[in-house]
């Protein structure tokens, strides 16, 4: 199992300007991942944070708005940037073995109000 | 393109009662499906994983059904408990070795 700290847990920022969102694991994890989940809908898949390397973006979803940071295997950076109430949403960090069958752990998630 | 659908509307049962929760999906052929729970305000918990070879699996009070050919999974919830209300989501691997998640559906258990 893996547990995950995640902050801030919640923040309102103005439009404008960016915040970055951290996510710290208590071992070392091979495949960790960024999702957002807007209000009353599911998980959405932002991208993957790649160790050592830049992360890869799912479609719809572009580095400039979001750029993702992973210096070490335990540890990970999201940051929305330029937000615009649009942005407003819960961020969520999550991390599974690599191995097909391994289930996969998530944060608390951070919740962005964005005015 | 490849979708994954649950019942947008919240299931609403009594106590002691049978919960079960559909997850339908198109355009995929996964190895594996899984079984989420997620409270409000929380990030989603593991509870189930079902191979494709599998046609159930069991865990206490918790029962999944997988058949591919109806390309649809089945999740109960026996004696449910008011303890039990949360959203469900069912979740997929993509052939990129990504978790995909349906939409959820919220289970209320009423005392």
């Known amino acids: 199992s893996a547990v995950i700290s995640q902050k801030p847990s919640r923040d309102i920022c103005q439009r404008g300007t960016s915040l970055t969102i951290q996510c710290q694991v208590d071992s070392q994890v091979t495949m960790m991942f960024w999702y957002r989940q807007q209000p009353g809908q599911s998980l959405t898949l932002i991208a993957t944070a790649n160790q050592g390397s830049e992360a890869t973006y799912e479609s719809g979803f572009v580095i400039d708005k979001f750029p993702i940071s992973r210096p070490n295997l335990t540890f990970s950076t999201l940051t929305v940037s330029n937000m615009s109430p649009e942005d407003s949403s819960i961020y969520l960090c999550s991390v599974r073995g690599h191995r097909e069958t391994t289930e996969a752990f998530f944060g608390q998630g951070t919740r962005l109000t964005v005015v | 393109s490849q979708k994954i659908e649950q019942n947008s509307e919240a299931l609403n049962i009594q106590e002691g009662k049978t919960a079960t929760l559909t997850c339908n999906y198109t355009?995929?052929?996964?190895?594996?499906l899984q079984w989420y729970r997620q409270d409000p305000g929380r990030g989603p918990v593991f509870l189930l994983l079902?191979?494709?070879?599998?046609k159930e699996k069991r865990k206490e009070r918790l029962k999944v059904t997988f058949d591919t050919t109806l390309k649809q999974s089945l999740f109960h919830i026996t004696a449910s408990q008011p303890a039990d209300s949360a959203t469900y989501l069912c979740a997929l691997m993509d052939s990129s070795y990504k978790l995909i998640f349906g939409s959820g559906t919220r289970l209320l258990v009423r005392p």
């Open positions: 079902i191979r494709e070879n599998e």
């Open positions: 355009n995929y052929s996964p190895a594996y």
